[in-house]
């Protein structure tokens, strides 16, 4: 079992950043591909960025490419979401996954991850 507890969400305005942290608890965290996915108001949840347990590979929306960077501290249990120039578009609820994904084509579907965190809200607004 594995417990994700995310935080660093908040109001930002445009073109500022954010640093969001997911924290889990366990043993076998390194074992573990985490990804951030995203859900606005009435509409799907969706990716936003992967990274694979061994660390070096690493996926990302097109939305965010260039803007976010996703890594990992495996001595802390913690992934990381560095995201710049946050757009009014970016706001929504953040969640942190785990799952244990062997193959980077898997990263970005949500199916494949077994455990999510509660979530934690970005709004980007002036």
Do not use: H
């Not at 097109?62 to 249990?77: E, F, L, P, Q």
């Amino acid at each position: 079992q594995v417990q994700l507890l995310e935080s660093g969400g908040g109001l930002v305005q445009p073109g500022g950043s954010l640093r969001l942290s997911c924290v889990a608890s366990g043993r076998t965290f390194s074992s573990y591909t985490m990804g951030w996915f995203r859900q606005a108001s009435g509409k799907e949840r969706e990716f936003v960025a992967g990274i694979l347990w061994r660390g070096g590979v690493k996926s990302y929306a097109d939305s965010v490419k260039g803007r976010s960077t996703i890594s990992r501290d495996n001595a802390k249990n913690t992934v990381y979401l560095q995201m710049n120039s946050l757009k009014p578009e970016d706001t929504a609820v953040y969640y942190c996954a785990a799952g244990l994904i062997g193959s980077v084509s898997q990263v970005t579907d949500k199916r494949a991850y077994d455990y999510w965190g509660q979530g934690t809200q970005v709004t980007v607004s002036s």
